[in-house]
Structures are given as C-alpha cells and as structure tokens.
C-alpha cells in the first residue's frame, strides 16, 4: 500500500476493483466505512456481488479478466474531459518527456517483440535525452511524441462502445464510475484505489495494476492522504515476506536477483545501479550497493571481505532466461528434473492451478519433507483417492510445525507496519516453529559438510549462521549494525552498535543489515540499549497527525517510518499542501511537519529541492514505464483462455508475452471453444482461509460451509436444467470436479459482443482430505501466468456445468 489503513478514511472515493475488501480485509473495511460515513462515495466492480458490493454505493458487475478494458476506457474518459490534475501531471509525471522516435504500437503490440522467444527488446521504450543525458521535455505536453500525447493516442481506441461490448458493463454503468472517481481529480479531493487478487491473477496482472498507477498519477492522487494505491496483502505475512524475499526473483529490500553473467560484485553494481545526470534527481537506487554489501555483510559476517566481493560468489545466480516460479517448478517435477525439496507451511496440492500435474508431479519425487499443523492434500498426496500407495517412490517426512500463537516474531501489514507478534504459548509436543527448523537443519548439514566435505561447502561454511533461533535477534540483524567505529553528524556509533537508519549503510563492509528497508526499525542510540519499535504501542501524536489519523509512533513502519509514500507529491513546488484541510507535509519555511517526507531536502521551488518520485531514476510519476515485460502502456489483453475469438480493438487476442506451457497436462481451450462456453472465476471465502488446510479441521468453521459449491446465475441454472442444491458436474479441458450448485442473483449474464456469456463462480478451500466436502477447484484452473510476476491466471478461465446425473456422480 502507498498508504495505510487508517488513511482510507480521509478518503472522498473509494474505488475496490478486484478485492472483496469487507470479507477478506475487514481491517480495511473498518475505514472504509468511516469514509463512507464521511460522505466518501464507495464503488465496488466485481463480477461477483458481495459483503463488499452490498456496503458500496454501487456495485458494478463485469466479465472476468476485462479490467484493462474497463480501466483503459477510464483513461480515455479522463483525458478526454479534461479531468486530470494539470499541474502535477506536467511537474510530477513523466508525461512531458519525449519519448525515443523507434517507439510504436501497431496492431496491439509495442516494437522489438521477437515471435520466437515471445519476449520485446525494450531498446525503444526509451527517452531522448539532451547533451547531458538528461531526457527532454515538453512541459505544454503539446509535441506528438511527449508520453502524453502517446498516451492520449493509446486510449483513444479504448471507446466506450467497445469498452462496454467487451467488459459487459453497460455504457451508463461505465460513465457512472469513470464520472465519480474522476471527479477526485480537482485539487483538494483524493481518491484510493484497493485491489487485490481479481487484479493480480491474470495473465496481465503486473499491467492491471499499472493501469491504476496511470489513472492516480492523471488524478494527482498518489501522496495524498485519502488517495493511493492499497494493495490488500494476502495471507499474514505476505507483505513482510516480500519484503524479506519469499519470492525468487529479488534479495531481501527488492534488490534484484543476481544473474550468471553479472560474475563479480562490480558487475552486479554496474548492472543494477541506475545513474542519473539530473541533479534535481534523488535516483534513490542509486545506493544499492550499499545495501546489496550490507546484506552480503548480514549473510558472511566476517568472511565476507572486500577481495572476495562480499561473498558475492557464494550466493546463488539465476539465468536469464530462467524462472525458479512455483508454476515452473511444479513443470520441472512433472518432468522428473527435480529429486526432492521442502514444502512448508503450504498446500501445493491444493492451491496451484492445474492441480492434475501438480499432484502428479510429486509422485516424481525422490523425497518430500512437509512441514505443517495438520494432514493436508500435499502432506498425504501419496493417498490420494485412485492412487494406490504401493506405487509411489517419494519418501515423505512430516515435520510438526508450531501454530502461529506458538511462536513470536514481526508481521508486516499493508501499510507496511512492522507489527511484534508475541508468543502466547510454548509449541505442543514435537513441534517446532519453522525457524527452529530451519536453524536446526541448516547446522546439521554444515556439521556434516565440516565431517565429510562435500562439494562446494564455503557458502554454507562461510555464513554467519546462529547456533540456535532467535526472532529477536533476527529483527536486530534485519535493522542491522555497524563494524567497526563510525561517526555519523558528529555522532559515535561504536563497532556492534545498531545503525539508526538506512542511511548510514555504507558500500565498504562498515556496515550489516539483513534488509535496508527495515534499517530504522530496531536502534540503537544509546549503547547498550536496543529498541525493538514493532513492540511501540504509543498513540502520541502532533496536531497535523491527528488530523489525518497519523500515529508516527505506534510500532514502526518502513521507509523510515514514512507512512504515506511519495508524500512530496501532496505539495506544490512551495511545498504547500494540494488539500490544506488534510496535509500530509508541509513546509513551514525552514523544515517539513506532518509524515516524514520523502528525503529531507527543501521545496523544489528553492532549487534544492528533489522531484518526489524518488525511487525512479528521473524522478517522475510512472505514465510511461518501460520496467514491465510486456509494454510501456498497459494494452487489453484477453484472458488465455476466453470465450471471445475477436479482440475489440487490436489484432492481438492473448498477452504476447504470457507464460504457457505446452506439456501433455497443460492442454488450453480455444479463444471462444464452444465445448467450454462459461467463464470460471475463483475466490476464497470469510469462513475458510486459503487452500482450507486449516478451517476444514475448525469444526464450526467447516460446518459453516461445509463443502464446494458453484455460483451461478438463475438464467444459466435454467439454461442448463438445474435448481439450487443440484450436485453439478464442472469440467474444463483439464479436469472435472463436482460441485453444488448455488443458484444466486449474485452472479448475473452479461452481454458480450451481442451475445450472452455466463460467468460462474467457485471457492478453492474444500479438498479430499476433509470427507464429503468435495475437492480442489484447482483441477480445473491452467498453468499459465503473468510474464512479470509468473501469478497464476486463477481468476478467469474455461469450463462447462452440468446437471449430475445422481449424487453418487459427484463421489464426495
Ligand atoms: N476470510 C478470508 N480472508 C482472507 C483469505 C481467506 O482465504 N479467507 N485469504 C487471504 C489471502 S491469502 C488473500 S491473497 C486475500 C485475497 O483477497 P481478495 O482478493 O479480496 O479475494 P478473492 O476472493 O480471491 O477475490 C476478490 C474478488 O475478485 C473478484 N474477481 C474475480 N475475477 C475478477 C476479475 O477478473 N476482475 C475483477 N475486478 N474482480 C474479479 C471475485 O469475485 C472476488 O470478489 O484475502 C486474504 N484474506
Ligand atoms: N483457484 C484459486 N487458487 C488460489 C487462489 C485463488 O484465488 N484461486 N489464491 C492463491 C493465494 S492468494 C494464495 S495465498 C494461495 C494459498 O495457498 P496455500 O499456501 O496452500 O494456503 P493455505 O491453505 O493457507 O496453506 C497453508 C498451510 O500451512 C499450514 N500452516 C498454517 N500455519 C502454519 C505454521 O505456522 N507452520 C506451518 N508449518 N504450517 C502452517 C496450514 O495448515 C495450511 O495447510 O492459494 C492460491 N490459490
Ligand atoms: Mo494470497
């Protein structure tokens, strides 16, 4: 979230596309309603109706993997009307620059795409730049080739006509929205966009979210309090294992993941480090590589000098066309390239789609070591219904894991709030938490290296590992410390002695940190005593806090504990607040009050100051961006799997770039296929959590809703001769499962291209494990995926229903 939860109730419109905010984030809710009792409107489009649509102002039905229309179509709309925010568009966004003269788009796709290994060579998605390297730019946003322009261009296309053939939102519908989240585009008003899965699991996932960032930065509002992006994190503690990096693509503190060719530190550096020409430019990653060897520093301590690059060799690289992604890794299996691996503290079985191969996969397995509270598809694949167990090879282990009240720790809200988790009882049994685990059996294997040898033992050898688990002193080390002796503003930190921000990091060894971002987080400033700040329960506040219900000193958050990002956006070039009544900054002549801001340095109008997209080589607001893998513009693309065969407004159906596999088990219908008519989209539910490995062994959990269902419409129940509390057939051409039907106005056709397509919708929390509550929907969903992220498309894809033919067919 650029923002946080409290944030939202400053807000004037509030716009949910993707997320069913009051069941699955009820925190978020909580403000929600208070903004809506503020007079906020509240608008919610989601093909589903629900607890969130029923708190909205309205809620607005569209088909399954059409957002980029919708929000493209939004963009259009704003341009057109004359709806955006003049100012900070020309001042704060990119939209002034020109853009290189090698850039086009035709026929849906943007230059430099190679057929071959369906990927772009961005070589165009460039800037001109003038003598200095500094990129040109047209402040009247007036020259054909500014980002502006191009954009304008773009969306152009994007009619209302079409919009409403192609998403199913009736052009009335669409005006409404687009009219009343456009208005917080006057200066003084803020808008917040909140999504969350009905955005991301798409094959255009990465770009539905882009979409946003085009619509908040042409409103002017990102900064702003009541305005942002909120990205409602999934399970605790998605956000803070992002940031820790659960995710194989970056290093702790989004640092990129080193690949083969970078084969030395320098290289890595030389790589990854952006250089900016324009002094006006913060170019915040600028400091990389003093993070990248603080954590080089965190991970081999003293073995990590500046001859051997920190270490640098001994952490492992990955190629560049490679993608270490749960679908690939479940495709390797399939294909027998994998021997065995640990799988903790998830349910694989369950919750990847495609879940034939995923199962299937596992039985190619050497060993499987599960660690998990309760027996689950993935622990017990081995005996699954119609395997005989006989046949399996895999050795399985079942480690007994500690449940989260068992154990103590930091989580990590949307907002980005390091919040301490204490331990309320000593785990049970066996049990350990999974750090214990993890500690114990990474100190096994370096006895082992230390007894036997073995190949290539220095980068287990050479860590700076810890004899035993501690959370605690996990967090100090994330915060980080000096080594050595090191003044900072005439200060003396002495060697040991935690550093207070991200800021003293250094690129020399002087410094550790496990995680930049969390470097303020756990000080220091008195030798000798150590402040944990996600333990602070302190609700004081200033007066310009208090208005914005900002609580700068209740636990801590990261940057800095900046609780609203790109804050400098909030001010004009006098740093004078858009939204006097709801500051965020402001200058006072000689220093900012409200939030901390983004960088210390004065106004922009005194010359000294930095443009306030810090984090951006060039400092500006995003319109253009060249960073994603499929295009600088976010461009509608069809589902991989649609029940459309002609695009509205473009040549190209699918995302050129989407991740496909081709195995035996990864068989895709056809754009438009007639044997799969329907439109299936998944979720989850208030009553159970995830894959259900946990609810469906909570009995009043399980008895609340107690198997799998289908949602669908009483037009489609009819077609197809159903009543609700009919046992259901649901086939896609990679599997069946058997359902009940719910027949529900929730659910509703659409028009689509003048004819009528039918949505149905289905939970994924009832497995095989639990008797009589059905099976994984995932059976039916494919292992295709966003080009950015590798996210799995759950959120849309082919089937058809049918009647079952008595309630023994469905085997439940
Ligand atoms: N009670 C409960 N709370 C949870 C969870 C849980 O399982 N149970 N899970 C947690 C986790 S891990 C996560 S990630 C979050 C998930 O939080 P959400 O993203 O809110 O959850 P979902 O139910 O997956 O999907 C949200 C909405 O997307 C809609 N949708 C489906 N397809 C589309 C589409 O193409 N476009 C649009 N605009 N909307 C679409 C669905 O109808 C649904 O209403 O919730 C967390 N909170
Ligand atoms: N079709 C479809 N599929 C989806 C989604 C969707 O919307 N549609 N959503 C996706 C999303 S967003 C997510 S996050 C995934 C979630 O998918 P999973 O990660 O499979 O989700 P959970 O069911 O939460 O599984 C977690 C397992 O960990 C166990 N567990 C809980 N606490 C602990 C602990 O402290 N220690 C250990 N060792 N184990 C513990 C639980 O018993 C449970 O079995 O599903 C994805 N799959
Ligand atoms: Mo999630």
Redesign the pocket.
């Known amino acids: 979230m650029t923002n946080h939860w409290i944030d939202l109730k400053n807000s004037d419109c509030i716009f949910i596309?993707?997320?069913?905010?009051a069941?699955?984030?009820?925190v978020s809710f909580k403000w929600i309603l208070r903004a809506k009792d503020r007079g906020a409107k509240l608008i919610h489009?989601?093909?589903?109706f629900?607890r969130?649509s029923a708190r909205c102002d309205f809620h607005i039905p569209?088909?399954?993997?059409?957002?980029l229309a919708?929000l493209g179509g939004f963009i259009n709309y704003i341009i057109e009307e004359n709806l955006y925010f003049k100012e900070y568009v020309a001042e704060y966004t990119n939209a002034s620059f020109i853009v290189d003269d090698g850039f086009k788009f035709k026929n849906g796709m943007f230059s430099g795409y190679n057929a071959d290994k369906r990927i772009y060579d961005k070589t165009t998605w460039a800037f001109k730049k003038d003598e200095n390297g500094v990129p040109l730019r047209d402040r009247t946003l007036q020259d054909k080739r500014c980002v502006f322009q191009l954009m304008k261009d773009h969306y152009s296309r994007y009619s209302l006509k079409k919009v409403s053939s192609i998403t199913g939102v009736s052009q009335e519908n669409l005006l409404k929205v687009w009219k009343t989240f456009g208005a917080t585009g006057k200066k003084g008003k803020a808008g917040a966009i909140c999504?969350?899965?009905?955005?991301?699991?798409?094959s255009v996932g990465v770009q539905?979210i882009r979409a946003s960032a085009l619509i908040q930065l042409l409103l002017g509002n990102i900064g702003v309090a009541g305005g942002g992006i909120e990205a409602?994190?999934?399970?605790p503690n998605?956000q803070g294992s992002t940031d820790h990096c659960i995710l194989w693509h970056i290093l702790p503190g989004y640092l990129p993941m080193p690949k083969a060719r970078w084969d030395s530190l320098e290289a890595y550096n030389k790589a990854c480090t952006p250089v900016s020409n324009d002094p006006q430019s913060a170019n915040w990653w600028q400091h990389r590589p003093a993070y990248m060897v603080s954590l080089l520093k965190g991970w081999y301590g003293d073995k990590g000098t500046k001859e051997n690059g920190f270490g640098y060799n001994w952490i492992p690289k990955a190629d560049d066309d490679g993608n270490y992604s749960y679908l690939y890794i479940f495709d390797r299996m399939y294909n027998n390239k994998i021997k065995g691996g640990f799988i903790w503290g998830t349910n694989p079985a369950q919750s990847v789609p495609n879940t034939n191969k995923v199962r299937k996969a596992l039985e190619n397995l050497d060993w499987a070591c599960f660690a998990e509270v309760h027996h689950t598809e993935s622990t017990d694949f081995w005996r699954r219904p119609g395997v005989d167990p006989a046949t399996i090879k895999t050795e399985c282990f079942l480690l007994p894991s500690a449940n989260r009240a068992e154990k103590a720790g930091s989580i990590t809200n949307s907002g980005r709030w390091q919040l301490w988790h204490y331990q309320a009882t000593k785990p049970q049994g066996q049990c350990l938490s999974l750090g214990d685990m993890c500690v114990k059996i990474t100190n096994a294997v370096r006895n082992l290296y230390r007894k036997e040898g073995g190949t290539y033992p220095e980068p287990l050898l050479n860590l700076d590992f810890p004899a035993y688990y501690d959370p605690e002193k996990v967090a100090q080390k994330c915060n980080g410390w000096f080594t050595r002796d090191t003044m900072i503003n005439g200060k003396l930190y002495k060697k040991g002695q935690q550093v207070p921000s991200f800021t003293a990091l250094k690129d020399d060894g002087s410094t550790v940190s496990l995680n930049w971002l969390y470097a303020g987080g756990y000080t220091e400033e008195e030798l000798g005593r150590k402040y944990n700040k996600s333990k602070r329960r302190d609700w004081s506040q200033t007066p310009e806090q208090a208005n914005i219900g900002l609580y700068p000193n209740y636990s801590w958050c990261w940057p800095v504990n900046r609780r609203i990002l790109y804050n400098r956006a909030s001010v004009d070039k006098n740093g004078q607040p858009w939204a006097p009544d709801k500051a965020v900054i402001r200058w006072d002549g000689s220093k900012w009050i409200g939030d901390v801001p983004d960088g210390g340095w004065p106004p922009l109008a005194t010359g000294k100051g930095r443009y306030p997209f810090i984090m951006h080589k060039e400092g500006h607001g995003q319109l253009f961006g060249p960073g994603r893998v499929e295009g600088p513009f976010p461009e509608h693309y069809e589902?991989v799997e649609t029940p459309v065969k002609k695009h509205p407004f473009s040549r190209q159906l699918n995302n050129p770039c989407a991740v496909i596999f081709d195995g035996e088990m990864d068989k895709l219908a056809a754009p438009g296929d007639k044997r799969f008519p329907i439109v299936l989209?998944?979720?989850?539910?208030?009553?159970?959590?995830?894959g259900?490995g946990e609810?469906r062994n909570t009995p009043v959990l399980l008895e609340a809703e107690p198997q799998l269902y289908v949602e669908m419409s009483p037009q489609l129940a009819e077609e197809k001769g159903i009543k609700n509390g009919d046992p259901v057939i649901v086939e896609s051409i990679r599997g069946r499962v058997e359902a009940i039907a719910m027949v529900t106005v929730r659910m509703r056709p659409l028009t689509i291209q003048g004819k009528t397509v039918h949505e149905v919708?289905m939970?994924f929390?009832f497995g095989w494990t639990t008797p009589g509550c059905g099976d994984s929907t995932n059976r039916l969903t494919p292992s295709v995926g966003d080009p950015n992220t590798t996210i799995p498309e759950?959120?849309?894809c082919l089937v058809n229903v049918r009647k079952a033919k008595s309630i023994k067919e469905l085997d439940i």
């Not at 596309?17 to 905010?21: E, I, K, L």
């Not at 989209?681 to 995830?690: D, K, Q």
Request: charged content about 15%.
């Open positions: 596309m993707g997320s069913n905010a069941e699955h984030h009820p489009v989601d093909p589903k629900s969130t569209l088909r399954s993997g059409t957002d919708f999504y969350a899965l009905g955005w991301t699991q798409h539905n409602l994190r999934g399970e998605v589902p989209t998944t979720y989850s539910m208030t009553e159970h959590w995830c259900g609810t919708g939970p929390c759950y959120k849309a």
